[in-house]
């Protein structure tokens, strides 16, 4: 079994920034893809970002590049979102999951967190 515990969550002003960090424990994790979803009250669960874990490889949903990064690291096997130039439209339950590949569709990660909640005042 594979556990994913997110934290950094919180309440930040817009232009404010947060770092989210997932924690990753059990598995091996050499082989997994790991990435960053987010869902708002009344809203589907959508990509945010993705990583491969071997290679550094990145991806990004247009609305965040060039203010979120993605990254890993791999001795703590820990994953990173830090979250710059924040919106109220970020403002979302924030999940991290672990995958065979980096796929934007949710349906391609195997474990996922329990979410930390990142809300965005105007």
């Known amino acids: 079994q594979v556990q994913l515990v997110e934290s950094g969550g919180g309440l930040v002003q817009a232009g404010g920034s947060l770092r989210l960090s997932c924690a990753v424990s059990g598995r091996t994790f050499g082989n997994y893809a790991m990435g960053w979803f987010r869902q708002a009250p009344g809203k589907e669960r959508e990509f945010v970002a993705a990583?491969?874990?071997?290679?550094?490889?990145?991806y990004y949903t247009d609305s965040v590049k060039g203010r979120f990064t993605i990254s890993r690291d791999n001795a703590k096997t820990t994953l990173y979102l830090q979250m710059n130039s924040l919106k109220p439209d970020d403002t979302a339950v924030y999940y991290c999951?672990?995958?065979?590949?980096?796929?934007?569709?949710?349906?391609?990660?195997?474990?996922w967190g329990q979410g930390t909640q990142v809300t965005v005042s105007s």
């Open positions: 999951a672990a995958g065979r590949i980096p796929t934007r569709d949710r349906l391609g990660y195997d474990y």
């Open positions: 990583i491969t874990w071997i290679g550094g490889n990145t």
